[in-house]
């Protein structure tokens, strides 16, 4: 059973960082694209990034271009979402999800999905 758990969530105030892990199981992380997407109260899922495992990725949505850097270790099954210069819109739950097929910036092309990890940023 593929599980992905989420950790790394947490307050910060504006114009800090923070890092959040995927830790993934289940199935073997290698031929997988993986992804990040967020939820803020009220809106819908919004793409955040995502990084496949040959030298085609890694790829952003227009919040995350030049702050969010995502990355993965093969040997640990573990994908990263560094983030920084956050600003309160950047406020949501933020999902890990494991590409099945179709586009990399759908949340309909990702099939196994973690629980979230809450960031709230403060002004």
């Known amino acids: 059973q593929v599980q992905l758990v989420e950790s790394g969530g947490g307050l910060v105030q504006a114009g800090g960082s923070l890092t959040l892990s995927c830790a993934v199981s289940?199935?073997?992380?290698?031929?997988?694209?993986m992804g990040w997407f967020r939820q803020a109260p009220g809106k819908e899922r919004e793409f955040v990034a995502a990084i496949d495992w040959t030298d085609y990725g890694p790829m952003y949505g227009d919040s995350a271009q030049g702050r969010f850097t995502i990355s993965r270790d093969t040997s640990k099954s573990t994908v990263t979402l560094q983030m920084r210069s956050l600003q309160p819109e950047d406020t949501a739950d933020y999902y890990c999800a494991m590409h099945n097929t179709g586009s990399f910036y759908d949340a309909a092309s990702y099939n196994y999905w973690g629980r979230g990890t809450q960031v709230t940023v403060s002004s």
């Open positions: 289940g199935r073997n992380f290698h031929y997988y694209a």
